[in-house]
C-alpha cells in the first residue's frame, strides 16, 4: 500500500471517535424540529447545515493544528521517521485524514437529513446553499493548511515568529499595492480574479509547505519552522511576483489592445490623441493613453476610472482627476495636467477636490470650474488656488457651465420653480461676484451648443441661435431640420441643417450661403475641419451602416465618404474645429478605436 | 574508521541554537557488534542517536548507516533498522494490534507473529490503546515493533529509563534472544550499565557533547583499576599512572588510574596498596564525573 495512503488509513482509525461525534450531532436537527411548527423541513435542513459548518470546520482547525505542530512539541514525529516512510507521504498521509476527517464528518451530520428532509435542503440550495457548501469545503482546507503553519510557528517557540509577522505584513501590503492600481482603473472584476487567484496560489503554497517542512526539519521543531518559513515565504513571493507580472500585463495594455472605448479625443491640429477602454482579458480595467500621432509614442494617463480627461480648447492642455485616496473609494481626487508638447512630464497640481459633477476647462487649459453640491468653484490649476466661489446654484438640473472668457464663468441653470426657464449668469473671476445676466424659456430640454468664443447658444429644441449674455434671440434657422440632432451650429456662429440628402450651410447671419447634395438622407455635424470642411456623421454604427462624409462648403461636394467608422467624436458644447489633419480618431462598428485617414478613408491601428 | 562499520559517525557536530549537543564526534561500529553509549543526562546521546537515524542534520560531519549517508537515503535505510525511541513516541490514540498493522504494511520482513508472541510473554492487551499503557509497556510494544521488522541495526536510546526491575530484565532478554538468533548491530544508550557489561562489545563515553572514551570493553576493563592508599601517593606523581580521578579515602586515598599494568605497578613496590578492577559503572562514574552519580 502507498506510504501515504497508509498514514492516511491509520489517521483516520484513530479517529472513530470524532466520527461517532458527527453521527450523535447528525440526529439533533430531528430533535430540534420536535419544537418547529412551520417549515419543518427547512428547520431540519438549517439546524444540520449549521451544525455541520460549525463541526467541520473546527475539526479543520483543530486537526491542522495538530497534526504537525502537536506532534512536534510532543516529540511524536520520530514514530514516523523511524520508519521507511519519506516527509512527503507524511504530510500527504496526514493532510488527506484530517481533510478526509473534516469533509466526511460533515457528510456524516447533513447526510441524514438529506434522505428525511430533502424539501428543506432543496430550498436551501436554491438560496445559495450550493455556494454555502463550496465554500465551507474552501474554509476547511484554509482552517486545515493555516492552522498547520500557524501552529508549526508557535509552538516552535523561535524568535522568527517575529520576522514572519512582519513578513506577513510585507506580503499583505504588497499584495494590495499590486492590486491597487487595477482597482483604482475601475478593474474590480479583474482585481477580484487576481486576489481569488493569489489566494489559490498561496493556498497551494500552504498545502505543499508541509511536505518541505517535514523533509527539511524532520523531527526538530524548530528547524520545521525554519524550514516552512523559508518555502512559504519563498512561494508568497514567487506568488506576489506572478500576481505583480499579470497586473503589470493588465495595466500595461498598449492603446491597439483596447476594444472597447470609453473616450476618445483629438486635439484640433490632430496630433494627440486620448484614448481610455477596455480590452479582452482585463476585465473592465480601464486602459487610457496619450498618444503622439506624429512618434507613434504613447504613455499612460492614470486617471479615474470612467471619468474624463480633458482637452483644453485650444490644444494645448490635457487635464484629468486621479484618486487621492488609499483605498479604491470615492473621495478626493488630484488634478493632473500635462502639455501637449513632446517630452512634457505629467505634473501633479495641488488641487485636491471631491468628485464634481461638472468639470469644465479655461480655453488655456490654466483654470478649472467645478460645480457640485450647489457650488460653482474655479481655480488656478498650477497654484491650486480658489480664484472664486458662489453658492446656491442647482447643480442638479438642466444645465451649463463654460468659460466665457479668461475671466468670466458662464452658468446656466434651470428655473427651480418652473423647469422651462433658463436663467444667465456669469460669475466675474476678477470682481468675484456673480450676476444674472438674462434668461430663455424653451419647451424642451435638448441642450445647446455654443461658439468658440461662447457669446452664441444654439437651442437645439427651438433651432433658435440666441445671445449667450442676454438670452435675446438672434436668429432662427431658415431650414428646419427633421430630427433636432440634424441641425448643428458651428464654433464660428455659422450653422449646418442636413435634410432630404442635401446639406444647408448657414452663415451667422442666418443665410443659406450654400447646398451640397449628400449620398444619405440626413447626417450629424461632428466637426469642422479646416476653412471649408465639415465633417458628417450618418446612418447607425450598431446596423453596421455608418459612414463619415466629408464635405468641402467650397467646392460644394462630398470629399471623403467610409463607411464602417465613427469620429471624431462629437463631445462638449463646441464642435471641435480640426485643422487640415489626415489621421482622424474614430471606432469601428465593434467599438475598437482606430485612425482613419481623411483624404482615403483608409483605417489603420493605434500604435502599439 | 572501520571498513566493516554498519553505523559511523564521522565528524559530527550538532547545535540546538548556540548550544553544541554533540561536538566533533566519530564513531563506529562494527557489524554484529554491540556498542554501549554512555553519557549522563545532557551529554548528547540522543542528539547523536538522532543523527544517526537522519531525524536531524549533523551541522558539520556525516552519519551513516551502511555507510550511506542517512540524513539522504533515510527512507530507504529505515526498513533495515528497528528503534527503539527513549520516550515512546507511538501515537496515543493508536491500539496496539493497529501499530502492529501499521508497520506490518511498510516492512517486507515484518514477522507478525513474532510481535504477537512477544506481546502475549509481556502482557499487554492487543486492543488496548497505547496511550493508556505503562510506561513498561509502552516500552515494551516499542520494543516487540522493532523486533518484529527483523532489522539488521536495532537502536536503543536509553531503553530502560523509568522501567522496574522486572520490565529491564525482560527487555534486556528479547534483546539477548535477537541477538543470539540473529546477530543484529545494536547501539544502546543507556544509564543501566550492568546488564549492558555481559552485551556490550565496545563502549563509549559522552561527557558535555564530547566522545571522551571509546574502547573496547575488555580493554577498558583491563586498565581502569581502583588503588587504595594508606598514605598520600606520592609514588603516583612518580610513576607513569595516569589517574581519573583521585579522592580521600579514611585517612589515605583512592586513586582511579586509567592505564593501570601489574608488571609495572608491581616494580613501584607499594605493599600498603590494595588493587581492585572496576565496572563499567564504575568506569563510566569516574570517566563522566561522579559529583553528579549515575541517574537510574
Known amino acids: 500500500m502507498n506510504a501515504a495512503l497508509l498514514i492516511a488509513s491509520r489517521e483516520l482509525r484513530d479517529r472513530s471517535r470524532l466520527f461517532l461525534i458527527a453521527a450523535a450531532l447528525s440526529v439533533s436537527p430531528f430533535l430540534a424540529a420536535l419544537t418547529i411548527r412551520e417549515h419543518r423541513q427547512l428547520g431540519i435542513a438549517s439546524v444540520a447545515g449549521f451544525l455541520a459548518i460549525a463541526y467541520s470546520c473546527s475539526l479543520a482547525l483543530a486537526l491542522g493544528v495538530s497534526s504537525i505542530g502537536r506532534e512536534l512539541t510532543e516529540r511524536r514525529m520520530s514514530f514516523f521517521f523511524a520508519k521507511p516512510v519519506s516527509a512527503t507521504a507524511i504530510w500527504l498521509g496526514k493532510a488527506a485524514a484530517g481533510l478526509l476527517t473534516a469533509l466526511g464528518a460533515l457528510a456524516i451530520i447533513v447526510l441524514p437529513t438529506f434522505l428525511f428532509a430533502r424539501e428543506g435542503w432543496k430550498n436551501m440550495f436554491m438560496s445559495g446553499g450550493g455556494a454555502v457548501a463550496l465554500n465551507t469545503a474552501l474554509i476547511c482546507l484554509v482552517l486545515f493548511f493555516g492552522g498547520n503553519v500557524v501552529s508549526t510557528m508557535l509552538r516552535s517557540r523561535s524568535a522568527r515568529v517575529v520576522v514572519d509577522f512582519f513578513l506577513l505584513a510585507i506580503a499583505a501590503i504588497a499584495a494590495f499595492a499590486i492590486v491597487r492600481p487595477i482597482l483604482m482603473r475601475g478593474g474590480k472584476d479583474i482585481a477580484g480574479d487576481i486576489i481569488v487567484g493569489l489566494c489559490v496560489a498561496v493556498l497551494l503554497v500552504l498545502a505543499a509547505a508541509p511536505a518541505w517542512q517535514l523533509t527539511r526539519g524532520r523531527i526538530d521543531a524548530r528547524q520545521n519552522h525554519a524550514a516552512l518559513s523559508k518555502f512559504l515565504w519563498i512561494g508568497v513571493a514567487v506568488a506576489l511576483i506572478g500576481t505583480a507580472a499579470f497586473t503589470y500585463w493588465v495595466i500595461a495594455t498598449p492603446p491597439a489592445k483596447i476594444t472597447q472605448t470609453f473616450q476618445f479625443d483629438q486635439d484640433p491640429s490632430g496630433r494627440w490623441i486620448y484614448v481610455s477602454g477596455t480590452a479582452p482579458g482585463r476585465g473592465e480595467y480601464m486602459a487610457s493613453h496619450l498618444i503622439d500621432t506624429a512618434t507613434g509614442k504613447h504613455e499612460r494617463v492614470s486617471g479615474l476610472p470612467w471619468g474624463d480627461a480633458h482637452l483644453s480648447g485650444d490644444g494645448r492642455m490635457l487635464v484629468w482627476l486621479e484618486s487621492a485616496e488609499i483605498l479604491p473609494r470615492v473621495g478626493t481626487s488630484r488634478f493632473y495636467m500635462r502639455r501637449l508638447e513632446p517630452g512634457a512630464k505629467q505634473i501633479a497640481t495641488p488641487l485636491v477636490t471631491r468628485l464634481p459633477a461638472h468639470l469644465v476647462l479655461s480655453h488655456d487649459g490654466s483654470r478649472v470650474a467645478l460645480a457640485t453640491g450647489g457650488r460653482v468653484e474655479v481655480y488656478e490649476l498650477v497654484s491650486g488656488r480658489l480664484l472664486a466661489a458662489v453658492q446656491g446654484i442647482d447643480t442638479s438640473v438642466a444645465y451649463l457651465l463654460y468659460f466665457a472668457g479668461p475671466d468670466v464663468v458662464r452658468i446656466i441653470e434651470a428655473d427651480k420653480k418652473d423647469r422651462e426657464i433658463r436663467h444667465f449668469r456669469e460669475l466675474d473671476l476678477v470682481e468675484r461676484k456673480l450676476m444674472t445676466t438674462g434668461e430663455w424659456t424653451t419647451g424642451e430640454n435638448r441642450g445647446f451648443n455654443r461658439t468658440a468664443d461662447g457669446s452664441r447658444l444654439y437651442s437645439r429644441a427651438d433651432s433658435t441661435i440666441i445671445d449667450a449674455r442676454t438670452g435675446a434671440a438672434l436668429l432662427t434657422l431658415p431650414v428646419k431640420p427633421t430630427r433636432w440632432f440634424y441641425a448643428t451650429m458651428l464654433d464660428d456662429g455659422s450653422s449646418i441643417v442636413t435634410r432630404d440628402a442635401k446639406l444647408f450651410a448657414i452663415d451667422a447671419n442666418g443665410k443659406v450661403t450654400a447646398e451640397v447634395p449628400l449620398p444619405v438622407d440626413a447626417a450629424l455635424v461632428v466637426a469642422r475641419m479646416g476653412s471649408s470642411k465639415v465633417v458628417l456623421s450618418a446612418g447607425s454604427i450598431v446596423q453596421h451602416t455608418q459612414r463619415m462624409l466629408i464635405v468641402d462648403l467650397a467646392t460644394r461636394k462630398v470629399e471623403t465618404s467610409v463607411t464602417g467608422i465613427y469620429g471624431p467624436m462629437l463631445t462638449g458644447g463646441v464642435v471641435p474645429h480640426y485643422e487640415e489633419i489626415t489621421a482622424f480618431a474614430g471606432i469601428d462598428a465593434s467599438q475598437k478605436p482606430m485612425l482613419w485617414d481623411s483624404r482615403t478613408g483608409t483605417k489603420r491601428p493605434l500604435p502599439s | ?296
Not at chain 2, 559530527?12 to 557489524?31: E, F, N, P, Q
Not at chain 2, 507511538?90 to 516492512?107: G, H, I, N, Q, T
Not at chain 2, 496511550?131 to 536510546?157: F, H, N, R, W
Open chain 2, 1 to 296: 574508521m572501520s571498513m566493516n562499520a554498519t553505523i559511523q559517525a564521522e565528524d559530527v557536530t550538532l547545535r540546538y541554537g548556540r548550544k553544541t549537543a554533540v561536538d566533533d564526534i566519530s564513531l563506529s561500529v562494527d557489524s554484529g557488534a554491540v556498542y554501549a553509549l554512555l553519557g549522563r543526562n545532557g551529554s548528547g546521546k540522543s542528539s547523536l542517536v538522532r543523527c544517526l537515524l537522519g531525524q536531524l542534520k549533523p551541522d558539520s560531519g556525516n552519519a551513516k548507516l551502511f555507510g550511506e549517508d542517512v540524513w539522504k537515503h533515510r527512507t530507504r535505510l529505515m526498513e533495515r533498522v528497528g528503534v527503539v525511541p527513549e520516550d515512546p513516541d507511538a501515537p496515543p490514540e493508536s491500539r496496539v494490534k493497529d501499530l502492529a498493522w501499521f508497520s506490518s504494511k511498510l516492512y517486507s520482513r515484518w514477522q507478525q507473529s513474532a510481535f504477537d508472541r512477544r506481546i502475549a510473554r509481556f502482557g499487554i492487551p492487543p486492543a488496548g490503546r497505547f496511550g493508556e499503557l505503562s510506561k513498561g509497556q509502552k516500552k515494551q510494544v516499542s520494543l516487540a515493533l522493532a523486533l518484529a521488522t527483523s532489522p539488521e541495526v536495532l537502536i536503543l536510546d536509553d531503553p530502560t529509563l523509568g522501567l522496574d526491575v522486572v520490565a529491564r530484565k525482560s527487555l534486556f532478554e528479547e534483546v539477548l534472544g535477537e541477538m543470539a538468533d540473529r546477530g543484529i548491530t545494536v547501539l544502546i544508550t543507556t544509564h543501566d550499565l550492568a546488564p549492558v557489561e555481559g552485551i556490550a562489545d565496545r563502549a563509549g563515553i559522552l561527557k558535555d557533547g564530547r566522545l571522551v572514551l571509546d574502547e573496547e570493553v575488555e580493554t577498558l576493563k583491563a586498565r581502569f583499576r581502583r588503588i587504595r592508599f594508606t598514605s598520600q601517593p606520592m609514588v603516583l606523581a612518580q610513576s607513569n599512572l595516569v589517574a581519573a580521578s583521585v579522592r580521600q579515602w579514611g585517612t589515605g586515598t583512592e586513586a582511579v588510574v586509567s592505564n593501570y599494568d601489574d608488571v609495572a605497578f608491581a616494580r613501584l613496590q607499594i605493599p600498603v596498596a590494595e588493587v581492585s578492577p572496576m565496572s563499567l559503572e564504575e568506569i563510566f562514574i569516574a570517566v563522566a564525573g561522579e559529583e553528579a552519580g549515575v541517574e537510574s
